[in-house]
């Protein structure tokens, strides 16, 4: 399979602002869940690896934070993160949402000015919109940056992203399948898990709560019976978050833990025990040592 001449491969970044739908876009193409999504903003914290294999070519994405400004000392991080993912890829996919305001994405559009790769803008969100109002808006977008090409998508509904994938394929050099081709990303279960105990944590708490937020697995035990027991810590910033998270009776912590348990599950089919403890690390967020040691380099 790696032989043929007209093999083609290469690294993609998946780039734009928070909130746009980047790592619902690389579930969808993936066919399963690998990053964590929510419809609050700046989900993502890692740069995640996804490998989209094909007879005739294998792409290699990242899913990365949203780019935006912020002088909080996580948000760098994660901009630092974005940016240096760029310098690495064969092809930048630029994504944006339509109906957003241009301005939401001035700060990418910076980015991206002195690139000097080929660019794909990826319109999301076109299940929200009727398609003759997105005319205007891909013409301003190329008058901004050169484009490779534009495809309007649904990352939810899969729409378009047949279209998209080809262009992208299109776009990348010939060379060899990097990764078996049953690879589907980098990320280490564990890892897996502890983000989708953090995805549910966006999903069930209220505003500064996720922002606040950070887990650990610190066991992911395969027991002889076919299942796994893992201990998780969810990190919290302030004792009035612990008891926000915990919830009355615990039972906050019971909604987490079960919907993150039936996701494990999903992932590793395989039975899971799952414990959740909260512990308070002082304002982690402006830790560099302790963000660095919840994985946040
Ligand atoms: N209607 C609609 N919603 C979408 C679509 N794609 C993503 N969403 C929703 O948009 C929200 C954000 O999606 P994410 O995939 O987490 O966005 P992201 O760009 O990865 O966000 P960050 O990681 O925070 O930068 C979620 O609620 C998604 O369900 C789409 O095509 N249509
Ligand atoms: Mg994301």
């Known amino acids: 399979m790696t032989t043929t001449t007209e093999h083609r491969s290469g690294l993609v970044a998946i780039i734009g602002a928070p909130n746009v739908g980047k790592s619902t876009l690389l579930n969808r193409i993936l066919g399963q869940k690998v990053a964590i999504t929510s419809a609050k903003p700046q989900t993502t914290r890692h740069r995640i690896l996804g490998v989209w294999t094909t007879p005739a070519s294998q792409v290699i994405f990242f899913d990365t934070p949203g780019i935006h400004q912020s002088g909080n000392l996580l948000n760098k991080v994660l901009l630092r993160q974005a940016l240096a993912t760029l310098s690495d890829v064969d092809l930048i996919l630029f994504m944006v949402e339509t109906g957003q305001r241009r301005e939401d994405h001035e700060l990418v559009l ?8 080929p660019i794909i803008l990826a319109i999301n969100k076109i299940d929200m919109i009727k398609k003759d109002k997105l ?81 650990t697995v610190e066991e992911f035990n395969e027991d002889r ?31 987490i833990g079960t919907a993150a348990r039936k996701d494990i599950e999903r992932l590793t089919g395989t039975r899971i025990f799952l414990e959740l403890f909260v512990r308070i690390e002082k304002n982690w967020s402006r830790d560099p040592l302790a963000m660095r040691r919840f994985g946040y380099e």
């Open 110 to 117: 910076k980015v991206l000015k002195d690139q000097n790769r």
């Open 135 to 215: 005319l205007p808006s891909m013409a301003a977008y190329s008058r901004a940056l050169p484009l490779a090409a534009q495809v309007p998508i649904s990352a939810l509904t899969g729409e378009g992203v047949p279209d998209l994938l080809k262009e992208i394929t299109e776009q990348l050099p010939e060379g060899p399948q990097y990764y078996p081709p049953d690879t589907v990303t980098d990320q280490p279960e564990r890892l897996i898990a502890a983000e989708m105990i953090r995805e549910q944590i966006f999903n069930m708490a209220r505003q500064e709560i996720p922002y606040s937020t950070a887990v």
């Open 225 to 255: 019976d076919n299942l796994i027991r893992i201990k998780a810590v969810i990190h919290v910033e302030r004792k009035s978050q612990k008891g926000i998270v915990i919830g009355k009776k615990g039972e906050m912590l019971k909604r």
